[in-house]
């Protein structure tokens, strides 16, 4: 299973971006793609999840409002909408998939493949 995010890149405050998370070799038919972020100097953090086998979306409540997950089955991708972006979002983001029917989507131990990530930057 490869994961290969993009989309990310230098955004004012306000601004949007559109991050994508492309899948390849998933064999599973039910399984979850989460999306994660860490700042310099912190913990890696859960944004939001969305479930394949009904489409059920998650979100953390820091970015409820402002941020959209959303995927095209067509083309094996997941999509983060994010909305009036803040300094404060700045990090790298990874996307990240939990084989099998998804247990606690906020945990990250409960993923099994993650991609590399991409940064992504909010001046303010």
């Known amino acids: 299973v490869q994961l290969v995010e993009s989309g990310g890149g230098l955004v004012q405050a306000g601004g949007s971006l559109r991050l994508s998370c492309e899948i390849s070799?998933?064999?599973?038919?039910?399984?979850?793609i989460g999306w994660f972020r860490q700042a310099p100097g912190k913990e890696r953090e859960v944004i939001s999840c969305?479930?394949?086998?009904?489409?059920?979306?998650y979100y953390k409540d820091f970015v409820k409002g402002r941020f959209t997950i959303s995927s095209d089955t067509s083309k094996n991708t997941v999509y983060l909408q994010m909305n009036d972006l803040k300094p404060e979002d700045t990090a790298v983001y990874y996307c990240?998939?939990?084989?099998?029917?998804?247990?606690?989507?906020?945990?990250?131990?409960?993923?099994?493949?993650w991609g590399q990530g991409t940064q992504v930057t909010v001046s303010s």
């Open positions: 070799g998933l064999t599973f038919d039910d399984y979850g």
């Open positions: 990240a998939a939990d084989l099998g029917q998804i247990g606690n989507w906020y945990d990250d131990y409960e993923y099994d493949y």
């Open positions: 969305i479930d394949s086998t009904d489409g059920s979306t």
